[in-house]
């Protein structure tokens, strides 16, 4: 199966092939954000700098050609994986795109050995570290999303962590004030996602829309219907294959139109705080877990299931 047939089979003779091509010509020279800076790993405290200024932060060059090309190939595969349940590509967070987490039966891809790899590579353990100010932060999941060409829809602005509620409304989410007066974005930064670039990230694939700043904001998050122009505008590109972005989660980001030709992955790792921590889902056997550096055993010591219980993997549409 081609990944890049879906452009086409949206587009050829479909009624809003018009609208599509105005689409990408809009896209193709309106967006990204203005004075975006791609740092490299050397400079890791403009990087603590401006990822606590903005809610987000790209280095270039932390993963090598050969690095690259691995994870890669096994985003297609996922993906490929993912596709065989879904003709229709309707997708798992809008039509055309999935979670690489809501894919998964473990709602995590840390079974698999490219996104292990990501474990092991030591700018980013540097990285998160000064972030968070020890090394004594743990992993939440191995997930990220992708899209396809076809993806044509913006996905809403939203944060990706929250306050609890109930068991039922936030069963992934901790924090809470029974007094009412603080919010989890009153806090330092409780967890940090590390997106890696397979591909590079161009005006047209799908590139993320992050706005900067929202990180502490307590004000409603705007619909698609009133978010205004400059926001949709507000896009994480261009960017280099190699590269990271790495998210202070609370930050307001959505997923924006895939107009080109072929797929657009972010794989990711996410980890807490050294001081936080949420309800966690197994995603790595332990037996797989035992295979690993001593350094990623450490970091996934909520992630690994009891040596008793045999690991389901394998590929869905939406994870339990």
């Known amino acids: 199966m081609s990944l890049q047939s879906d452009r086409h089979l949206l587009m050829a003779g479909h009624p809003a092939e018009r609208e599509a091509a105005e689409l990408r010509a809009y896209l193709d020279s309106c967006t990204g954000i203005r004075g975006l800076e791609i740092l490299e790993p050397g400079e890791l405290e403009r990087a603590v700098a401006l990822f606590r200024r903005d809610g987000f932060v790209v280095i270039a060059n932390v993963l090598d050609k050969e690095q690259t090309a691995f994870l890669a190939t096994g985003c297609c595969a996922v993906a490929n994986d993912v596709l065989a349940l879904d003709e229709r590509r309707g997708g798992n ?3 055309h795109r999935y ?8 709602r995590s891809q ?10 092991n590579l030591p700018f980013v353990d540097e990285l998160v570290t000064a972030i968070f100010g020890s090394p004594n932060f743990a992993l939440r999941a191995a997930s990220g999303d992708f899209c396809l060409p076809g993806a044509i829809e913006y996905q809403p602005l939203h944060s990706d962590v929250s306050d609890w509620v109930s068991a039922v409304r936030s069963p992934f989410s901790s924090f809470v004030d029974p007094r009412g007066i603080v919010t989890i974005r009153d806090l330092p930064c409780p967890y940090v996602c590390v997106n890696f670039l397979p591909q590079d990230v161009t005006r047209l694939n799908g590139p993320t829309r992050q706005i900067p700043g929202t990180q502490h904001s307590r004000l ?3 619909s698609l219907e009133d978010e205004p122009e400059w926001m ?3 896009t ?13 989660v609370r930050a ?5 139109p895939n107009v080109s030709d072929t797929m657009r992955s972010i794989p990711n790792l996410e980890f807490y705080a050294p001081w936080f921590t949420e309800p ?4 790595i056997s332990f037996q797989d877990h035992q295979r690993l550096s001593p350094r990623a055993q450490y970091l996934t010591r909520y992630c690994v299931a009891d040596s008793s219980v045999e690991l389901r993997t394998g590929a869905t549409l939406f994870a339990p």
Do not use: K, N, Y
């Open 93 to 95: 967070r809008g039509s």
């Open 99 to 106: 979670s690489f987490g809501g894919s998964s039966l473990t």
């Open 110 to 119: 840390l079974h698999r050995p490219e996104w292990q790899m990501l474990l």
């Open 220 to 222: 409603a998050i705007p």
């Open 232 to 234: 949709r505008l507000s």
């Open 236 to 248: 994480v590109c261009p960017a280099p294959a190699g590269a990271i972005m790495v998210r202070d």
């Open 252 to 256: 307001w980001h959505g997923g924006t």
């Open 280 to 283: 966690t889902v197994p995603g």
